[in-house]
């Protein structure tokens, strides 16, 4: 996040920089847009994470195991303090094979507009059947 730029003072302002965060694969970026006791929980057998430091390293990780990690947006539904996205993941197996998934995310914010949670919501078959070799 450029300092120019300052912090984020809308909920749209929030959305639009998290989403580019995520396109640019940049981890420093997203986690420099959550509360410092943020929660992110993908919802496919794993625990939830707490705080930016772990949030960090998931999604460090998470890059490094899908490094062309991309995704399409189909529609966000905006609330006070919230936002829905409807999502697909698109990645490269590792089988070289193009994959795709389908995901929801449920993304809170808290009143001075940093992301307090993050639940990721992902078709489990698909997933699986997508990254599988």
Do not use: N
Request: charged letters at 20%; a negative charge; glycine letters at 6%.
């Amino acid at each position: 996040m450029s300092a120019l730029m300052g912090p984020p003072t809308s909920l749209a302002g929030l959305y639009d920089r998290y989403v580019e965060a995520w396109a640019a694969r940049d981890p420093d970026a997203i986690v420099a847009l959550h509360a410092e006791q943020t929660t992110f929980w993908l919802h496919h057998g794993r625990e939830a994470i707490t705080g930016r430091t772990a949030l960090r390293e998931a999604f460090a990780g998470m890059f490094a195991a899908l490094p062309d990690f991309g995704f399409e947006v189909h529609r966000t539904e905006f609330g006070p303090r919230h936002w829905v996205l409807d999502w697909t993941l698109t990645c490269t197996a590792p089988s070289g094979r193009p994959a795709r998934c389908v995901c929801l995310d449920l993304v809170t914010v808290t009143a001075d507009w940093k992301v307090a949670r993050k639940d990721t919501f992902v078709d489990g078959v698909q997933f699986d059947a997508a990254l599988s070799a």
